[in-house]
């Protein structure tokens, strides 16, 4: 069965401390897709990557990087000197390469950024 | 702008009351999806559609339905036999075919108070 864990459930760091978000997924698949997004106040959920089950490489984007290892089934989301507007829930997802294009997602990891 | 439009932002209903919440996109995506949000969980899915005409319950479609009469309108009506309506609704929507058909894109959610 797929799950995705984020045994994270709150974060607060101060201003310019980096901060790493942890997942970790269960899936029978070979083929799976994996998807962090950003919850702001305003709720609308915001796409920040993809990243695909044969694509080991990490990734960097500005302050954010990801630490994806399938030894651990993890994909981990760090935030580099972070920021007041950082501040928001963020959730890891699982979708299968099934065709249904269905999202499991981890019950969300809320990051408070204190200025 | 494309984008997916969730109308209104909060809504209020008495119990009992059947409601029926807009989800609109102009995204040209074939795939569109409601998720319901409850506190400190993550998204559960409630239906989808991945064309028109056609849809299938997800985890928790007890109590919702759903109409998928035109690509870009996938409204969601919560009946009086849902149990437990007052959450955060999330509408989504995605391309099929190819990798980016795993990416879906939010609408900024309806947030339903049932009294």
């Known amino acids: 069965a797929q799950k995705v864990t984020q045994a994270q459930t709150e974060i607060s760091v101060v201003e310019k401390e980096d901060v790493t978000l942890d997942c970790v997924y269960e899936t029978r698949d070979t083929t799976y897709y994996l998807f962090w997004y950003k919850q702001p106040p305003s709720g609308e959920l915001v796409f920040l990557i993809r990243?695909?089950?044969?694509?080991?490489q990490n990734e960097i984007s500005g302050r954010y990087s990801w630490n994806f290892q399938k030894s651990t089934s993890s994909f981990n989301f760090t935030i580099t000197a972070s920021q007041v507007v950082d501040s928001a829930v963020y959730f890891c997802?699982?979708?299968?390469?099934?065709?249904?294009?269905?999202?499991?997602f981890g019950t969300g990891t809320r990051l408070k950024v204190l200025a | 702008d494309g984008g997916i439009t969730q109308s209104p932002k909060y809504l209020f209903r008495k119990e009992g009351q059947n409601v029926t919440l807009s989800c609109e996109q102009n995204?040209?995506?074939?795939?569109m999806y409601w998720y319901r949000q409850d506190p400190g969980q993550g998204l559960r899915l409630i239906y989808y559609?991945?064309?028109?005409?056609?849809?299938q319950k997800g985890d928790i479609a007890e109590g919702y339905s759903v109409s998928r009469e035109k690509k870009e309108s996938f409204p969601l009506t919560v009946t009086s036999a849902q149990k437990n309506p007052t959450a955060f609704y999330l509408c989504?929507?995605?391309?099929?075919?190819?990798?980016?058909?795993?990416?879906?894109?939010f609408g900024p959610g309806t947030r339903l108070t049932v009294t």
């Open positions: 559609s991945q064309i028109v005409n056609d849809f």
């Open positions: 990243r695909n089950s044969f694509d080991e």
């Open positions: 995204l040209n995506h074939d795939a």
């Open positions: 997802a699982l979708s299968e390469a099934s065709g249904t294009y269905k999202y499991i």
């Open positions: 989504a929507s995605s391309p099929t075919g190819g990798v980016l058909s795993y990416e879906q894109y």
